[in-house]
């Protein structure tokens, strides 16, 4: 029996992907928001971690590899729900060490092969995402760098920043810096509007 913890901001999505999953004979779900107690998570056991990307409560890398470091189970693979034309979320997926990527437009027959795959220890693309996972290897931009970006694109304040992510403002305005100059942009704004464009953020 393969072990599920699916991870998605919103519950009516959330409970009705958990129901629709249990039905495989093979799988058992649980379900847990993006809000839930990282001490909850250390006593839930499971194989595959489905997180989705794209909801308001997305985490950034470090997020998404904190809750796989939080499952007890020391083989837990993290598969992506993303949606195609945002190379950003997947260049973080990929960095937080994802297995599985599957666009939130599939078939429920995709996410449950990419589940088996993920949960025996192999890598599970869906197609239509591969174009984006090659865009987003060649994106210039850090992991750490999209996080700050993605929240800067939010409205955020460098100290709301420094806040979320746990660096100094100091930090902060150097990561704006280099996003500047590898974007190639005027500003901080311009930097946001180009990487919007591009579908990093």
Known sequence: MIQVLLVHHFGLLRSGLAALLNDAPDLEVRDVPWSSDPGRLRVLRADVCVVDMDGPGAPDTAGMTELCRHMTSAKCGLLVLATPGRPGALRRAYDAQALGFVNKDATPQKLLEGIRNVAAGKRYVDESLAHDLLRAADMPLTA?????????????????????????????????????????ARNRIDAIRISQGAGWV
């Not at 996080?147 to 420094?162: F, Y």
């Open 144 to 184: 750490r760098e999209l996080s700050v970006l993605s929240l800067a694109a939010r409205g955020a304040t460098v100290s709301e920043i420094a806040g979320r992510l746990h660096l100094s403002h100091g930090t902060i305005r150097n990561y704006m810096s280099a996003i500047t100059r590898k974007t190639g």
